[in-house]
């Protein structure tokens, strides 16, 4: 049995761990198996990557060695932990995938969404996700929302233009991957945030 995968892609403050763990509980309730990961991280050698990548220490880093250390942290969880559970027939719902790199650094770093596909499609052993929940967020509505958090990471410290570019980035994405990437107003409460992802994944569930 083959499983299925779930990624939530979005701004930061856009609401993607709570929605996550409400959605987790949601599934886990209907008897489901589910694993919850997060990019970049997942496994042990992937968050050491992640711990590099977003230490505010490294102002140095060049947008390639960027792109790629995200490409080299995705490689290791896709292959010991994504890849695996799918084959076991489970549920994953994994906090950003390629797309945030494709946004991230192929658009906010100047990179090219072509060379971060490239690159990514080598990581990831050309594995797309089934559904992608993008919480759709104005820039300056998801900064306001995580003014509150006590310690930004190197990306978080990035200009409101970086996150601009960042967000018109996810929306071409939506262009390109009409069937794929499916747009969640986050704008709303929780509570109507949560039901259109409700809405989404039980049709899924259904086919
Ligand atoms: P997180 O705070 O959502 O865990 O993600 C950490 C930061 O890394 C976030 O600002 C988005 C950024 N990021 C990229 O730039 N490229 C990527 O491929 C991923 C997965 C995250």
Do not use: W
């Amino acid at each position: 049995m083959k499983g299925l995968f779930i990624t939530i892609e979005g701004p930061d403050g856009s609401g993607k761990s709570t929605i996550t763990k409400l959605l987790t509980k949601y599934l886990q309730e209907k008897g489901h198996n589910i694993l919850v990961t997060r990019e970049p991280g997942g496994t042990r050698i992937s968050e050491e990557i992640r711990d590099m990548i977003l230490d505010n220490k490294n102002t140095r880093m060049s947008p390639v060695t960027e792109a790629l250390l995200y490409a080299a942290s995705r490689a290791q969880h896709v292959s010991q932990k994504i890849l695996p559970a799918l084959e076991k027939g489970k549920i994953i719902i994994c906090e950003r995938f390629v797309d945030s790199s494709l946004v991230y650094q192929g658009i906010g770093r100047n990179l090219g969404i072509n060379k971060i596909k490239e690159i990514n499609d080598f990581a990831t052993q050309n594995l797309e996700p089934d559904i992608t929940l993008f919480f759709d967020i104005p820039p300056e509505l998801a900064i306001n929302r995580r003014r509150h958090r006590r310690r930004k990471d190197r990306l978080e410290r990035e200009s409101i233009k970086f996150h601009k570019e960042v967000y018109k980035g996810y929306l071409k994405l939506t262009e390109m991957y009409p069937d794929r990437i499916k747009i969640i107003d986050a704008k709303q409460d929780l509570d109507n945030t949560f039901n259109q992802v409700k809405t989404l994944v039980d049709e899924l569930l259904l086919k």
